[in-house]
Structure formats: C-alpha cells, structure tokens
C-alpha cells in the first residue's frame, strides 16, 4: 500500500510538474504570426478516452481543452463564453480560467460563476441541449483564456467527429484517443486521408493511444450558399466497432449491419398498433378505392394536411418513433413520428411500407463509409409499388406521393426491411427540366410608353412544391403581397391588376398563376422611336462567384428558366431593330436568347438551366462568362420606328 | 399525458394545492366554464385567428412575506387558418427569478367540438440562470382549423406597479376585453389609456378592496404600414400606484423620486475603491485638466468603447466599478454610473437623461412613470451634445435614434449647502439635423472609350447614422472580416457584385461626426446602358441607388414617423461620346416638395464640354409628418422613385 503522505508528495510532484512543464503562451509570437487575427487558439486539444467498466460495459469520455490568445484591445468583448452539452453528453470537471498578462509572466484568474440554460434551437420545439455559461475576468488583449471540462458519452453509438479546423486559426490541434485492450476502433477519414493525418500509435498500460498533432491549422473557410462545411472540412469519424465483456464480444459499430441492428432495436420499441381512431379514418381513406397508388396517395396527403411538423428531440425520443396513435392524437410529430403514422397506416391498409433512415444534403457521407449515427439525420418512409420502392417525406406538405423532397437528392436511404434486412437505394436526382420556370407574358403598348400585359408563370417538380408550401400557410392578404412582388416585371412602377392561382392543394400539378398587369413609362419613346426591353424577368443578375473563392456553391435542386414575351407591334410602327441570338451552354449550365417576328408581334425567348447542385470552384469561371451573358441579354432593347 | 373530455375538479385541487390565502385572492380558484361554449365568429376577410376573450386581472396584496402582484390572464383564441395553427400551437411562458406560476391551464376544443385538456406532465421547463428566467412550454396537440385554444395562468409577482404596459390590440381582432385592479382600500393606482384605449374607471370599494376596472367590446386589428412603426401607437393602458394611505405617502411613482435615487445611486453609492479607480483610469488615459471638456470627453469615450465591452449579464460580483476597470467588462448600468462619475471627476457640466425607444413607447410629458425611463443617456449643455454609454457604435453627439425626437427625463445636480442630490425637469431631446447624417453620391461616367461598357468612378460620402456603423467598428475588424466587408461596401457602391478594389477614407472612430467615410471604387459596367441597335440606352438614374417607393394607392391610415433626418446629395458627371447625340435630358430635371420645405427631392443638370452635369438634392429635415401631408411626402418619396427610372438616350451622329 502506498504511503499516505508519499502519496500526497507525489501529487504535489506532478502538480508542480504541471505548472511548469505547460508552456506559456508568447504574446508576441502569436501577435506576430496571426496579424490581422483577433484570436488564435495557441491549443485546442481533445482527449478521448474508452475504457471497459464492468456495469456499464463499456465507459466513453471525451475531455477538452481550448486554450485562445486574445490579440485585440476589444479583446473584452469575447469576456461572456459558454460551454454547449447534452442529455446525451453530460458535462463534468468544468475548469475555466483566464491568464491575465502580468509582465513577463501571466496571472491566473478562475472562473467560479456559471449559468445554465436551456438551449432553443430554430425549428426545434425542445431538443435537451442546454449550456452552462460563464464570463472570463480580466480578458484584455495579450490575455488567455483557458477552458477545460469533461464530456460523458451515455450512448456509445453516438461518438461525435473530429474537427480538425475551428473558426479561428489554431497553432496546435491535438487529438489524443486513448482505448483499452478489448475496444475495437476504427476511423473514417473525411475530406482528408489518413496519410494527411498520421497518428502516433503508442502501448499504454491498459491499451493503445492514438495521438494526432496538427501544427498551423487554418480557420475554415465559409461562403454565401457553400454547401455545409462537413463538405470541404477535414475531419475524423471515430466509432467503436465492438468491446469485449467478460469473454462475450458486445458489438457496437463494427459495420452497417451493426448499425442496422441498432436503429432497428430502437425502431422495434415503438408501438406500431393503430388505434381504433387511426383505423376508422384509414378505413374511410381507402373505402372504395381499388388501386393501391390511391390508398396510398390517400394516407400520404392526409398526413400531409392534418399532422404537422414539429421538431422534437429530447432523450430517447431523439431516436425511437413516437406510437402512430399518439401522433393521431396529438396531430404534431417530429420526422419519426409522422413516419411512424404513415408506417402504420399504410401497414393497417396493407401497403408494404418500411421506416427508412436518410442522411439530408448536409451529410456528404455514404452508409458503407461512415456506418455511425453520423451518416444520418432525418427519417422517412418508403412503401412498395410494383415491385419499386418509393420514398415519401412525413415533414412535407406538399410533395406528391411519387417523390421525395429536393435536401435529400443523390442521397443513400437505409430501408428497414425486417430484423435482418436493409436496404441501401440512392435518391434520384432530377433533371434541371424536371424543376422548371415557365413565365409567358404577352405586351402591348399603351399611350405615353404605358404597356399593358398578361402573363402565365407555370412552374414544375421541387419548384412547385416549394411555392405550394409556401403558399399554404399564408392569408390571402399574404399571397396576394407575395404575388405583388413575386410577379413584378419590368420596373417597380409595375401594377399588378389581378391573377388567378391553379389550386396549391393539388400535389401533382404544375402550379399556375395567370396574371393581368401594366407598367407605367415602360416603353420609352425618344421622338418617331420607341424602345422597349423584353426582358422583363431577370434572374441570376448579382450572382457572381469570387475567382478566388474556394468553398463550392450550392443551390437547392437542378432548374431551367424559359421567359417567353410577345410583344404586339403597334398600328404605325415597324420594328427597326431586333436584337441578336445568343447563346452560352456547357454540361452544367447556360442560357440563350432568340428574338424573332412574326406578321405583328415580336418573339423574344429567353433560357436558363443549373444542372448541377454543387458548382465546383473549377467551374466559377464558366459562371461568371454566363452571368456577363446574361446581363448582355437583358440589356436588350428592341427598336420599334414610326411609319 | 392529454386527458381527452376529462374534468378536473380543479377549484379543490387549486386551494388544497396552491398554499395561499384563498380568501385574500379574489381569483385563487378562477377556472373556466366546465363546458366551454364557444361561439365561431364570423371571420371577415383574411385571419389567421381571432381573440375572443382577453381578460387581466391584476390583484395586489400584502402578505407576510412582502407586497405581491397576482396577474391573472386568460384568452380565447379562434384559430381561422393553418397560420393560425403554427402561432398558436406552441404556448411559452417565462417567469423571471422571483416570479412563479401559481396555475396554468390550457384547453383546446377542436374543430369536431372535442376538449382536449393539458396538465402539468405536457408541460416543458427550461432555465436561463444568468437572466433569472425560466421558461414553460408545451405543444398544444390536436389544434386544427376551427378550434378554440383557451390558456389560464395566474403568476405571482414581486414590485410591479410603478408603471407598466399592457397592451390589448394587435394584429388580430380581440373581442370582449377586460381590465381588473384590485387593491387594498388604502391603496390608490393611476392609469394611463394609449391610443384610444377606455379609461380605467374606479368602480367600487368592496371588502376592503379597491376595484378598477374597464370592459371593451372589441378592438380592430393593428393595420401595419411601412414608414411608420406599429407597437407605440396600439392600444394599452399603463397603471401605477400613486397613494398609500396606510403610510401616507402620496405621489408615489413620480419623477422628483427618481431624480433623487437615480442621482444617488450614480454619484453616491460609490465605494472610496471605485471613486480611486476612477481617478487612476482618467489619468491613465491620458486626460489632463488643461484639456478642454470636449477633449476630455471624447478621450475617454474613444478609449472605453474600442477597450471595453459591455456584456447583457455579469456575475453580480462584477457589476461594480473597480471590477469593471479591472475587466474591462461589466453590464451597462455598472457603465452608466461609471460615465456618470468619470464625467463629475473631470469636472464636466452634465445631466442624466432617461427616456424611451419611441418605436416601442413614446415618452409621455403628463403621465410620470417608470416603464419611461428605459434608456441611460448624458446631455453635455455646455456642448449641447448627447451622448450614449453602452452603445459602442455612437460617440458624443449621436445617439439612438429612436431615442431622440421624443421626451426625457434629465436630472441635473442640485446643491443644497453640503448635500447634493438630483432635480428632475421633462425636456424634449432634438433630433439631429438632417445635415449630420448624409449619403451622398459622387459619381464619374466615362462614355468616351465604350458607351456600351462605360467605367464609373464612384464615390460615397457618408455620414451620421449612415457611416456610425462602419467609421466605429472597421479598425477592429480582422483582416478576412475587412476582405468581406470590402466586398459587400463594392456591391452597395456599384450596385452590383464586383471584384474591383475599394478604398475607404476616414473609417475610423476618431472621424465619426467630424468627417464622412468616403469610399471609392471605379469599375466598368453593363449595369446602366440598354442597347437598342447603335442607340445607347443610358440608365443615369439607376445611379442614385435604388429608392423607396409609395406608388401604391392604397388610403393611408397612420402618419408617417421616420427614423432620423437625412439629405442626399448627388452629383452625377458623364463624360459623353464625341459621336453621339443625346436626348431626353429635360427629364432630369424635378422639383418636388413639401409647403413648408422639410422634404423635398430636386435635381438639374448642364452640359459642358460635352459633360452631362446633373446635381440632386434629396433632403428630409422633419421625423413625423402627419396624415394630412402624406400625399405631399408621397410625391417626395416617389420622385426619387422616378428619377431612378430615367434613361438619357445616346444617337450615333449621322
């Protein structure tokens, strides 16, 4: 047994040690080599460590330490700080202090006052985040502010990444993994190899230690409509493939099989039985109805228009569906829950029909590659229609039975066919026609440059149900402001007389808006000529892509643009001018323009199409040649001279 | 969990559970109908829902403990659309620190007529320990077109009657409204009804209870409309208690009060610490006593707002001055009795100035209570100048907007033999003339190379409220924030995104007030010429920046209350092709303006040596303008509209 009091001295010892042996921060070496910065992280270290534990199994903390050097003299202003937890990560050994400049030396000044709070996220109801917040005394420029707590992962499956970058520049990154013999580990490589990142192997006592140090890491980089940063970031997926207990081996992540069992056990635990209120209204949906395309249609857009989306992610609730009778009855559910509704309803109608897990477009990660509760985050449901498996989203209003929604295009799904069976089907991705803009409008000129026109604007596929939804939730009064704008042409002395709407109920349809409008001085007349611009709807008129950015850009869906405007051609004037055809087209983008006449009108046809939802910087080039063409095209006039 | 048609036998539930006094409280066991019989009103037009019942009724009682408010609420609401359902779908309530739900209930009778009752299992809680608020929320389940949503609280409140609004109109209709004051009979309470609201009534003293009270049938919705802000002018009530007759003090909630504690606890209640920091913070600054009072000032403002931070909440340990200077951080109140005293050490004639954000409540000069006095601000006479502590984006001389052309509160020092203490006087606190704050456009054509792509030299000089942003904050940004910055000042220079370089002069806090930031960038552009065969389209007007229309013909109904005072100068130079001809200029030329002057848009123009000279003057020197003059602003406002829209036309000479 060891001595009590050697132990103490021992402890002074690496106390001692400690102080010493860590390395203060040189002000004027990171005030030299980050000028223009207003904050470095001189070192941003984290400490994973799993170990077996003979109740739990198996034991995951995750202890951080972010060390930043304030180099500014608003350095106060970053004096508030908070540390962000969850249910599923709880907070421990909270150290936080700030190292006050004092010569050549610093002062250290502790942290004892922290505030809770519950965490509120846009969209989401309640999601068991919360922060404990704090204010570093003294936090002036050449100051350091230390923040060191622990994290303990109650759920092994839910190891988070690893972030090389951080938002500002950090001098050192340290990951440092330690694992006990009989844990199984494995990594995924994001954005980066491992050869880039090489860790250090050790032996430990108990096991190994992985150590990554990463000098000089940049701040990451983002951009106006970049795709999420898990896109370019380099990052590191840790998951436990399995532990030993006793002589048992428990798997956790060792592939997607594993995941798969996981999520179907959580699965499992709801209660898919209909209640006797779901079943009547199941019934009266399909009563009549033969062909299994209108029972589902039926069940799908009931959901639609009677359940809604509420975001809710509190504890287990985070992953195992809420019951289809309490989201009937409660007529609001998250993702699982109207997937769970949908699940049971189409089963109760007897539609086969299968709880399918899907990463959105913020995920870039394949099922195979990265098989941890990383590669997800949204849940749908597809049902089985002559042999093909369709996927509809419960957090849609709008979409029809046939499609799913644009943020998970090109996507990989996980159906959950039974206890053993999955099913790995990627997301079509739709054509730029398939999302099309349709606007015809036919002019005709009034007195004193006054024109006076009607218009069609026909749009299709992601487009459509994007307005639908849109549209769905606003008054009349609301619509009719949105129309005003959404339908301005020409300038804004433009008038909007009145318009029809096709019905935004109707899923399948193109949705159509007829309009009657005039415009005030819009033709200009200089003497016996008259000088009119047909292009009355521009687009992409500001969306100019940096040279230099290198973060891709991204737009919500592939789409096609055609403007179509037939000008009547007065009594008294012939056309002098007409202007020339143009056009720009490659494999990802372009446009055109072709103005032809006819006996008494002029034909001016105007295209555009993105067929690409992410532009590469390779590519900002070709972008900016086509945005120039078309500001040339809508600089356009035609030239119209008095007989 | 719901519990679907069930009955609480709330009322014994309540007094058996809730341990107060039941028969102090008037409404203790309030609760609603058992059988709730809603009528659906007749929705005209476009709702997203109606509030057929708002009633407040706020009690107030001595208990052992100390001097409460009961504040009691319940609503109906007729849910009209799925908007409708999205609003109302999610109930939140917040209590601060020493306030607690007594009871809250909520029902919800759907469009089929079911009641769908909540209890306490549906109800969510979350905290914020640095506010001192907690929160309450649930999701009110099975809500539909159609449904009635009924909510009950009754919170317990700690100091609440030296003024506080309560606001019944909104941007729904709201039927049948009601306002209660109980008190105890030595308690009297004033009120103040806003914007048409009914006078509260004093109607009867009952068991030794002062009771007050108002009923309204309905109130119309709050029509919104641009240039003019919506929450001061709906209708409410603000209350006070102004008499005790138990201590017989009178004038309870007045300004003379005010004046003294507010004085006291910025001058006063500093520690021999604070005042010693103090004095060693102004001399480490570098202020000397033969600086002038501006020079003092101005040093020491520049020095605090670029070296120091005010934070929403500090640890209580940190809101006082000596931890303020160490931190250089602290809450804003611990900044105003900071500026106070600094302000006294240096020896500087002040006054302290305590009013409202006019764009939520307009100070009012005849009814004195608290809920006016949001705002810390100084008045400096001898520089009859403003100046504003906590907000880092302002220095001497400029202040919130919203804080000016509006009434104040302004404390001065009061001597009397050794005693100092604080008078107050109501003021009104100018705006700035609409020469302080300019944006102003330079702007060089040259035609003479490519009509067709011209390059432009643009030159923006702004001041006041268009520059305090950029002139205050630019130096602390870091060297990728300027990079985006610069970027996004090219586009609002040009008009359009481009890669062309900027350059900024004057872009510090030291110029702000004296001198314009002027930023300039040359570019060449397709952006203003239209092409109609060898005609040059040239779209001069787009140059003065894209403007605020009123075409719209829709009958105004509320005046119009601006921001600040503005001008815009413009001064437009293009260089024109020696081979063509130009046409079309006489529209140019406007004069537009109101009788007495205060908004008007003109503009002229020359030509010389082939140079088209066009000068624009766009000045707005009045903040409100009044129903009656809205169609004289109008024309104003939709001049510069249409002088935006002018072309000048450009010939190839034959």
């Known amino acids: 047994m060891l001595n009590k009091r050697l132990g103490l001295m021992l402890t002074l010892f690496f106390c001692a040690q400690a102080l010493f042996a860590q390395e203060m921060e040189d002000f004027n070496y990171y005030a030299d080599k980050y000028k223009g910065n207003t904050i470095v992280n001189s070192l941003f270290k984290t400490h994973l460590t799993i170990s077996l534990d003979k109740k739990k199994g198996i034991d995951v903390e995750v202890s951080e330490e972010e060390r930043r050097v304030y180099l500014k003299d608003y350095a106060p202003q970053f004096s508030k700080s908070r540390i962000s937890y969850s249910e599923h990560y709880k907070l421990s050994d909270i150290d936080v202090y700030t190292l006050v400049p004092k010569g050549e030396k610093y002062k250290k000044e502790k942290v004892t006052d922290f505030a809770n709070k519950t965490e509120f996220s846009p969209g989401i109801f309640h999601n068991g985040s919360e922060s404990m917040n704090f204010f570093y005394p003294s936090l002036t420029k050449g100051a350091v502010s230390v923040v060191k707590h622990t994290l303990n992962l109650s759920i092994p499956q839910l190891l988070s990444s690893f972030y090389i970058e951080d938002y500002y520049p950090t001098e050192m990154r340290e990951v440092i993994i330690d694992v006990e013999n009989g844990v199984e580990l494995n ?35 983002i951009d106006n409509d970049s795709p999420d940063p898990l896109y370019y970031t380099p990052h590191i997926i840790p998951r436990i493939a399995s ?82 009778a309490n989201v009937c009855d409660k007529r609001y559910g998250d993702c699982k829950g109207l997937s769970s509704i949908l699940f049971t309803m189409m089963r109760y109608a007897n539609i086969e029909a299968y709880f399918t897990w899907v990463g959105t477009r913020d995920r870039p990660y394949k099922y195979e590659e990265v098989p941890t509760p990383m590669v997800d985050n949204h849940m749908i449901l597809s049902y089985k229609y002559k042999g093909e498996y369709f996927l509809i989203d419960g957090t849609s209003n709008t979409s029809p039975v046939t499609e799913s929604t644009a943020f998970i295009q090109g996507k990989e799904v996980m159906i959950g066919i039974d206890k053993d069976q999955y099913r790995i089907q990627q997301v079509k991705i739709r054509p730029p026609e398939y999302s099309n803009f349709n ?153 055109g323009l072709k103005v032809t006449k006819t006996e008494n009108s002029v034909v001016y046809s105007m295209r555009e ?35 | 969990m ?85 609003d109302n779908n999610k109930v939140y309530l917040s209590t601060a620190g020493d306030e607690q739900v007594i009871y809250q209930r909520a029902r919800v009778v759907n469009s089929k007529g079911e009641i769908i009752e909540f209890d306490d299992l549906d109800i969510e809680e979350g905290v914020n320990e640095e506010s001192g608020y907690s929160y309450k929320y649930f999701a009110l389940d099975g809500l539909d077109i159609g449904s009635f949503v009924e909510l009950i609280f009754l919170i317990k409140k700690a100091d609440m009657y030296n003024g506080v609004r309560t606001t019944f109109q909104g941007f729904n209709p709201t039927m049948n409204i009601e306002f209660d004051l109980i008190a105890p009979d030595g308690l009297f309470f004033a009120f103040n009804s806003l914007n048409g609201f009914p006078e509260v009534k004093f109607d009867t003293t009952l068991d030794e209870k002062n009771y007050w009270d108002v009923l309204v049938d309905s109130i119309p919705a709050y029509q919104s409309e641009e240039m003019s802000y919506s929450t001061p002018n709906l209708q409410g009530v603000i209350y006070k208690l102004t008499e005790n007759q138990y201590s017989g003090a009178r004038d309870i909630t007045s300004y003379g009060e005010v004046a003294k504690s507010y004085y006291d606890f910025c001058y006063n ?142 404390i001065r020092e009061l001597k009397i033999g050794d005693i100092t203490s604080g008078i107050g006087k109501i003021k009104f606190i100018k705006p700035l003339a609409s020469s302080e704050s300019q944006n102003n456009h330079f702007v060089k054509v040259d035609m003479t190379v490519d009509p067709f792509e011209p390059e432009i030299a643009f030159e923006q000089h702004m001041s006041g409220y268009y520059s305090t942003f950029l002139q205050t904050s630019y130096s602390q940004l870091s060297e990728d924030e ?20 900027i350059e900024l002069e004057n872009a510090t806090a030291e110029d702000f007030g004296y001198k314009p930031l002027i930023l300039k960038t040359t570019v060449s552009s397709l952006k203003f010429t239209e092409k109609a065969a060898d005609k040059i389209i040239f779209k001069v007007g787009e140059l003065i920046g894209a403007q605020s229309e009123l075409y719209n013909d829709k009958p105004r109904e509320h005046a119009v209350e601006s921001s600040f005072n503005r001008e815009y100068i413009r001064k437009i130079e293009v260089a024109l092709p020696q081979d063509y001809d130009v046409s079309n200029l006489e529209k140019l030329a406007f004069d537009v303006a109101l009788e007495d002057g205060t908004a008007f848009f003109k503009s002229s123009y020359k030509v010389e040596n082939n140079v088209l000279i066009i000068e624009v003057s766009e000045i707005y020197s009045r903040i409100n303008f009044s129903l009656e003059e809205f169609e004289d602003y109008k024309r104003v406002v939709n001049a510069a509209a249409d002088f935006n829209k002018v072309v000048i036309y450009l010939t190839k000479k034959a």
């Open chain 1, 187 to 221: 990594f995924s490589y994001v954005n980066t190899t491992m050869a880039d990142y090489k860790p250090t192997i050790e032996e430990t006592r108990k096991g190994k230690r992985y150590i990554w140090r990463i000098k000089d890491v940049p701040a990451f980089e």
């Open chain 2, 269 to 410: 209640s500093l520690s021999k610490k604070d005042k010693k920091a103090i004095k060693k913070l102004i001399k480490s600054i570098g202020i000397t006593d033969d600086m002038s009072d501006l020079e003092k000032i101005q040093k020491f403002e520049h020095h605090l707002k670029e070296n120091y931070a005010v934070i929403d909440y500090v640890p209580s340990e940190f809101a006082n001055i000596k931890a303020l200077i160490k931190n250089k951080a602290s809450n804003g109140s611990t900044f105003n009795r900071l500026y106070a005293s600094a302000l006294k050490e240096m020896e500087i004639k002040h006054q302290i100035v305590l009013t409202t954000d006019r764009t939520n409540l307009r100070f009012d000069q005849e009814f004195e209570a608290y809920n006016y006095l949001q705002s810390t601000l100084f008045y400096l006479p001898n520089e009859n100048k403003y100046l504003d502590p906590t907000e880092s984006s302002y220095r001497l001389g400029f202040i919130s907007a919203e804080n000016t052309n509006n009434y104040g509160l302004f």
């Open chain 1, 243 to 324: 532990y030993t207990s006793g002589k048992e081996v428990v798997k956790v992540l060792g592939d997607l099989k594993d995941l798969y069992t996981w999520y179907y056990s959580l699965v499992e635990k709801t209660d898919i039985e209909p209640s006797d209120d779901l079943k009547a209204i199941v019934d009266s949906l399909v009563e009549g109805k033969t062909d299994e395309l209108e029972k589902i249609k039926s069940i799908y857009y009931w959901v639609q228009d009677n359940v809604r989306y509420v975001a809710f992610e509190e504890g287990m609730e985070g992953f195992i569906p809420d019951a289809a």
């Open chain 1, 609 to 643: 199409y993105d067929n690409f939802l992410i532009l590469y910087p390779e590519s900002f080039g070709d972008w900016n040649i086509m945005i120039k063409t078309l500001k040339k095209i809508y600089r356009e006039s035609v030239t119209l001279k008095k007989v």
């Open chain 1, 439 to 591: 606007d015809s409008v036919s002019l005709k000129i009034l007195e004193d440059g006054k024109v006076e026109g009607k218009g069609k604007v026909e749009i299709s596929g992601f487009y459509a149900s994007r307005m639908k939804s849109m549209l769905k939730l606003a008054s009349t009064k609301e619509v009719e402001r949105f129309m005003e704008s959404y339908l301005e042409r020409g300038s804004n002395k433009f008038e909007l007389d009145t318009f029809w709407l096709s019905d935004i109920s109707d899923r399948e349809g193109n949705f159509i808006v007829h309009y009657l409008f005039n415009i005030k001085d819009y033709a200009r007349i200089n003497g016996d000529e008259l000088y009119i611009n047909l292009s009355v709807n521009d687009i992409y008129t500001n969306e100019n892509l940096k040279k230099d950015r290198k973060t891709p850009y991204e737009v919500n869906y592939k789409s096609s643009f055609n403007l179509t405007v037939s000008l009547e051609i007065p009594e008294n004037y012939n056309v002098s001018y007409l202007p020339e055809d143009i056009e720009f087209d490659n494999e990802l983008f372009g446009c």
């Open chain 2, 482 to 501: 300027k990079e985006r910055v610069n970027e996004s000042l090219v586009e609002m220079v040009t008009m359009e995104k481009n890669e062309a370089e």
């Open chain 2, 2 to 86: 719901k519990t679907k048609n069930k009955i609480v036998a709330l009322a014994l539930l309540l007094i058996s559970t809730i341990g107060l006094n039941a028969q102090e409280i008037d409404y203790a066991n309030y609760i609603w109908d058992f059988e709730p019989s809603f009528e659906s009103p007749k929705v005209e037009g476009d709702l997203s829902e109606v509030i057929l019942k708002n009633k407040r009724v706020l009690e107030y009682v001595f208990e052992p403990t100390g001097f409460f408010q009961y504040d009691l609420s319940h609503q109906v609401i007729y849910i009209a659309s799925e908007a409708g359902v999205e």
